[in-house]
């Protein structure tokens, strides 16, 4: 139904990305280019035990190596208990504040202990190595049923069996549901521990002045949540952080949504030397900061003799390593969009558990808990279809919800632009879903199977979730030369926030896309904005972006009313012109208008000089900050299919089909590389990725790319389908809602199904190595 | 310790001091400015840093910025002539291969490799050569296209 959404003369087209140029020659305005004169550079060091208490510290051989400028140690930094978490406050009571910058109790193997400045990384790094610490071991646990069970090491005071946050949520009678049901089935499905693994690594530069104010430049996603947390943690009143907006980072997907250690340890020893200070971590720091969490499902679900949910009821246990950090969230987020709300059911019962372990800490990762729910829901229905003999996508749309039910997340809201059905029979059509064969029934070594995989409720940001930031803010202002220039908070990670945003400042101010420029900005000059994450940029920044344009653009017309002397009701621009409708001899330039606004009192015309009035003058600028109206839900359906080697256990993925109900689509172009680029991630996830850990000492084992394996351009599909299905979302701006995260969420299980359907064998543990798929088929 | 040398980068030759540890990268990034080359692990496992050294894509990270003597360097800052850019870097734009960039010019230097030596590649031939450059953002479909788009526009 394209005919329904939002008619557009900017929108929809895929024009040039404005970052691209500067990136294919360089790209100079990554956090990790920036430096400073007088900068100093700072190493950790990090803890070789994952469970120790430290009874002593020497530096002073470190103090004296020349270059050395200053050294910190646990006792040199203020010990506030914080949650790194940037999209919540930091005092948030769902969040859990469990951790300091540097303690005397070290919880996992690379916990930073101390740190150096010095004029060279190369000194720093030489510095720690004369840092001698005496450790006493503690015991330590690295499994979450380990960590529960009676006489386990303590990990945090206060933290029951080692327990981090439990939450419980039912809707119905689940236990009666049940005996009503026709069939039960029941399964565990584990997911295991994934980097985000974006290129540019994190980085900070943090300097201070005499007053004690601190400018920080960071690899991040979230300029505020930088400041908030930086400031507590230091206790310092939040002014005197200044946050830079880096113009663009190299990627995040999660990866940078809280404050590292880095830019506190930065900071302080910035503090000391009263010199900028840069830390860059290595790809192993990187790979111990923040990951996507492993969860384990025991997933139980009751179904009626027609083939309809009756009855729900899960177990999740989540192990969130030393600390809880977005352990406490994710599991949440992976419990309600995950797994309760994905089909409607009407009795259920649900139990998250977020644990406490010797591992390393998790972290964002896109998706936010959903992956690791998709997988145990879209496997079970696989299964369940395959037992009764139902069809996997009739059966998902004879589940599902419709365009009009109510939100099953924020019920006063409707699924006003809810397109589900649609996304599935187009992209079953697009991938030949009629021709399937039986599961194993493809003959020869090499079998061929296809498998769907759903995202069915989805977000566009956070309104509705209680303790989690969701308002947006921007500047737009016009210039003399006919351009706007647009300053948000919003971070570009890559993904195209700029180009997105720019494009929805120019469509409403009437301009071409590339006559819009996102300009600097920093936490002293925009308004708030919440994180580039949650899938929410294009729709919730995409709104106040439009509200601030919108009103750049009243003042333009009732500038140019009075110069036509005509109201500002009946004008539009287009064209760099404002026009009286309906008579187009009657127009100016925006040009003009902009000009005139800002001119002296007196210009001077070709009839000599001539006043103005006092009325149309001023910089024609709108802002806005402002909540979104609600947090409408995208659907995601994905067909994959794969080429199953039943002698090696090898899978290729052969082609796959996506189809995504997002409201308008803005930029064809960007919107398909988010699915592209999701695709590789969700298939690393399914197949090959795992950040490995020493089950005895805790040490990373997967330290760099080379022990940590990700799909590269070889073993990728040769072309990943996108269908994009329009609507007009009524909240949202020129009817858009959201993209970015469910494209990473569906490709496990859509592959695993896949993997069922060629080969017979079901694996309800990821990644899906060639060993498990052997296994399976009894020939390991 | 250091060691004065001399090596050509971009056409133009450079007298340095470089301890004998260096790499390529740490040369290119901390001493003459060319931040174009990205560190993206520092351990020969991503492309972030390749550059071509006598016309073969090299991670820099991996490379002795002593072991470059004699032989011709190009980084990303060298490939633009007159304000015109490589057709690569045109492509790459054109194509939409771009998104968080961090991958983007390394990975071009792969592909300059390959376009230098194979003028008209087939899809795998282009999957294999940039096989050593990670992207995180774009799944590659994106990268291989702006890699055909370069190849058409320069037969
Ligand atoms: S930085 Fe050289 S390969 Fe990663
Ligand atoms: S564009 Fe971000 S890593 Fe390739």
């Known amino acids: 139904m394209t005919s329904s959404t939002t008619s557009t003369t900017v929108l929809g087209k895929s024009v040039q990305r404005p970052d691209a140029l500067d990136k294919v020659t360089g790209g100079k305005h990554y956090p990790v280019n920036v430096t400073l004169p007088g900068m100093l550079h700072a190493k950790l060091l990090r803890s070789p035990y994952p469970h120790a208490r430290i009874t002593g510290i020497d530096a002073s051989a470190a103090a004296k190596l020349p270059g050395v400028k200053a050294v910190l140690l646990p006792q040199d930094v203020p010990q506030r208990k914080y949650c790194p978490v940037y999209f919540v406050p930091t005092l948030a009571p769902s969040m859990v504040q469990d951790m300091l910058i540097m303690s005397d109790t070290v919880r996992y193997a690379g916990q930073p202990v101390a740190a150096v400045a010095a004029t060279t990384a190369a000194i720093a790094e030489q510095a720690l190595e004369l840092i001698e610490v005496d450790y006493e071991e503690l015991p330590a646990v690295f499994d979450a049923d380990a960590a529960m069970a009676e006489g386990a090491p303590q990990i945090h005071e206060g933290a029951e069996n080692n327990i981090a946050v439990n939450p419980v949520v039912a809707f119905g009678d689940a236990e009666a549901a049940f005996e009503k049901a026709d069939h039960i089935f029941e399964g565990v499905y584990e997911t295991q521990r994934v980097h985000t693994c974006y290129m540019e690594p994190r980085v900070c530069v943090v300097d201070s002045d005499t007053g004690g104010n601190l400018t920080v430049h960071s690899s991040m996603q979230h300029l505020f949540g930088l400041r908030e947390k930086l400031a507590f943690v230091l206790g310092m009143p939040e002014s005197k952080v200044r946050v830079i907006k880096p113009a663009y980072i190299g990627g995040g997907f999660g990866g940078k949504l809280d404050i590292g250690y880095i830019e506190p340890v930065a900071a302080l020893l910035s503090l000391k030397t009263g010199r900028p200070v840069r830390i860059e971590q290595t790809r192993y720091e990187d790979f111990i900061s923040t990951t996507r969490n492993p969860i384990r499902v025991y997933l139980k679900t009751g179904i009626s003799k027609d083939g309809r949910f009756v009855a729900r009821y899960a177990e999740s246990t989540l192990d969130c390593g030393a600390h809880a950090t977005h352990g406490a969230e994710v599991i949440n987020v992976h419990g309600m969009f995950g797994i309760l709300l994905t089909y409607p059911c009407p009795d259920q019962h649900w139990e998250g558990k977020t644990v406490y372990t010797n591992n390393m800490i998790g972290g964002g990762y896109r998706g936010y808990g959903s992956p690791q729910g998709a997988f145990a829901v879209e496997s079970q229905i696989d299964e369940i279809c395959e037992e009764l003999g139902f069809d996997p996508v009739e059966f998902r749309l004879k589940n599902s919800y419709h365009q009009g039910d109510p939100h099953p997340f924020n019920p006063q809201a409707k699924l006003d632009s809810y397109r589900f059905q649609d996304c599935l029979t187009q992209a079953a059509e697009r991938i030949g879903w009629s021709s399937r064969k039986a599961a194993g029934s493809d003959q020869g070594v090499k079998k061929r199977g296809i498998g769907l995989g759903c995202q069915p409720i989805w977000v566009s940001g956070c309104v509705g979730f209680p303790d989690i930031y969701e308002h947006s803010g921007a500047i737009v202002k016009l210039n003399r030369d006919g351009t706007a220039d647009l300053s948000t908070a919003a971070v570009d990670l890559g993904s195209g926030q700029i180009t997105t945003l720019c494009m929805i400042a120019a469509e409403e101010l009437g301009l071409e896309a590339d006559q819009v420029r996102m300009t600097y900005a920093d936490t002293d000059t925009v308004p708030f904005d919440a994180p580039s994450h949650a899938s929410r940029v294009t729709y919730s920044s995409g709104n106040a972006v439009k509200a601030a344009a919108g009103q750049a653009r009243q003042r333009l017309l009732e500038v140019a009313g009075g110069l036509l002397e005509a109201s500002p009701d009946d004008l539009e621009v287009c064209e760099g012109m404002v026009r009286v409708k309906g008579s187009p001899d009657s127009q100016i330039s925006v040009v003009d208008v902009v000009t005139r606004a800002e001119s002296p009192f007196v210009v001077m015309t070709e009839e000599g000089p001539q006043p103005t009035n006092l009325e149309e003058k001023g910089t024609i600028i709108g802002l806005s900050s402002m909540a979104p109206p609600a947090n409408p839900s995208p659907a995601t359906v994905e067909f994959v299919e794969v080429e199953v080697d039943t002698e090696t256990g090898q899978v290729k993925i052969l082609r796959v089909v996506f189809a995504h109900d997002l409201g308008k689509l803005i930029h064809p172009a960007g919107a398909e590389g988010q699915v592209e680029g999701g695709f590789q991630q969700g298939m690393g996830y399914a197949l090959m990725e795992n950040l490995l850990f020493d089950p005895d000492s805790g040490a990373c084992l997967s330290s760099d790319f080379l022990d940590y394996k990700m799909p590269t351009a070889v073993e990728m599909p040769p072309k990943i389908e996108s269908i994009f299905i329009e609507s007009n979302e009524p909240t949202g701006p020129f009817g858009a809602k959201s993209l970015s995260e469910p494209c990473v969420t569906v490709p496990a299980p859509a592959i695993a199904n896949a993997i069922y359907n060629a080969v017979g064998v079901r694996v309800r543990e990821l990644p899906i190595t060639p060993e498990k798929i052997l296994a399976g088929l009894g020939k390991l | ?155």
């Open chain 2, 1 to 155: 310790m250091k060691q004065l040398i001399s090596i050509e980068i971009n056409g133009e030759v450079h007298e340095l001091a470089v301890a004998p540890q260096d790499s390529l990268l740490h040369v290119l990034r901390e001493e003459l400015g060319l931040i174009g080359t990205k560190k993206g692990c520092d351990t020969g496992g991503c492309g972030c840093c390749t550059v071509q050294i006598d016309g073969r894509a090299v991670y820099s990270c991996m490379t002795y910025a002593m072991s470059v003597q004699g032989k011709p360097v190009v980084t990303i800052e060298g490939i633009t002539e007159n304000g015109q850019l490589d057709p690569l870097q045109q492509a790459f734009i054109d194509a939409g291969a771009v998104q968080c960039g961090y991958c983007t010019c390394g990975t071009i230097m792969a592909a300059r490799e390959l376009l230098a030596t194979v003028p008209d590649p087939d899809e795998s031939q282009i999957r294999h050569a940039i096989a050593g450059n990670l992207c995180r953002c774009t799944g590659y479909q994106k990268i291989v296209d702006a890699i055909k788009l370069a190849a058409a526009n320069s037969a």
